[in-house]
């Protein structure tokens, strides 16, 4: 009996983190459509293309209209998204992002800059 109730409660852990996990394909970022399984940025821009072009999607299967969704794809990000409500995932950095690097002219070691002040003395 407790591992009944124990496998039932698991059960709505798991599709809670389902439904929180959830990309609106009618306001997503191409971005925020990359973090899904199966879309690079091709096929981000094309689901944001098509989505201009022809408006917001009436279901999510409409995505099979992208040109490059095709039933595998599909199959892979389905559970993932939704035509309502707001996109909950997380948009991770851009991959080709680098940190801003320091201005080498104004990073003067302390030293250096203490040493020639006294020379300008």
Do not use: C, H
């Not at 925020?32 to 944001?48: C, D, N, Q, R, T």
């Not at 279901?59 to 939704?82: C, H, M, N, P, T």
């Amino acid at each position: 009996m407790l591992k009944k109730l124990l496998l039932v409660v698991m059960s709505l852990i798991a599709s809670i983190g389902m439904a929180m996990a959830a990309v609106n394909i009618n306001t997503a970022t191409e971005q925020e459509l990359e973090s899904l399984p199966g879309i690079g940025a091709a096929k981000a821009k094309a689901i944001v293309e098509y989505r201009k072009a022809n408006g917001n999607f009436k279901s999510v299967e409409d995505l099979k209209s992208v040109k490059g969704i095709g039933d595998k794809v599909f199959d892979k990000l389905k559970s993932e998204v939704a035509v309502s409500g707001t996109t909950t995932v997380a948009t991770a950095p851009a991959k080709d992002a680098k940190p801003p690097k320091a201005d080498k002219k104004d990073a003067k070691p302390a030293a250096a800059a203490s040493s020639s002040e006294k020379a300008k003395k």
